[in-house]
């Protein structure tokens, strides 16, 4: 199993960026997928998580307070790949991202980062003033 986290870069206060996680080895649709970030000299904070694909409900996402309203994450089943669309990114918003998966049907307690089985090698956001 494989997480392939991409998209990083540096980018002005204002801006945006999507990060992207691509996945292998797993059947990805029926996996949580979540995003977490890393400050230096901080813990790995929650970001946002997106669900498995129910059958009939489709996906539900939830996102930290911090990022709600500026963040959006996707995923598209077809090729194995999440998505975290970032815009008016923030000084704070500077960190590494991290992305990680769990095979689960449910949506609940995806904001926990001792839910997920499997971690990307993360990626680089630097946002400037």
């Known amino acids: 199993v494989q997480l392939q986290a991409s998209g990083g870069g540096l980018v002005q206060a204002g801006g945006s960026l999507r990060l992207s996680c691509a996945a292998s080895?797993?059947?990805?649709?029926?996996?949580?997928l979540g995003w977490f970030r890393q400050a230096p000299g901080k813990e790995r904070d929650f970001v946002a998580a997106i669900s498995a694909n129910g059958i009939l409900t489709g996906s539900s996402t939830t996102y930290a307070d911090s990022v709600n309203d500026r963040f959006t994450i996707s995923r598209d089943n077809a090729k194995n790949t999440g998505y975290l669309q970032m815009k008016t990114l923030k000084p704070d918003d500077t960190a590494v991202y991290y992305c990680?998966?769990?095979?689960?049907?449910?949506?609940?307690?995806?904001?926990?980062?001792?839910?997920?089985?499997?971690w990307g090698q993360g990626t680089q956001v630097t946002v400037s003033s």
């Open positions: 080895g797993i059947t990805f649709s029926r996996y949580a």
């Open positions: 990680a998966a769990v095979y689960s049907s449910t949506s609940s307690g995806l904001h926990r980062s001792g839910a997920y089985t499997y």
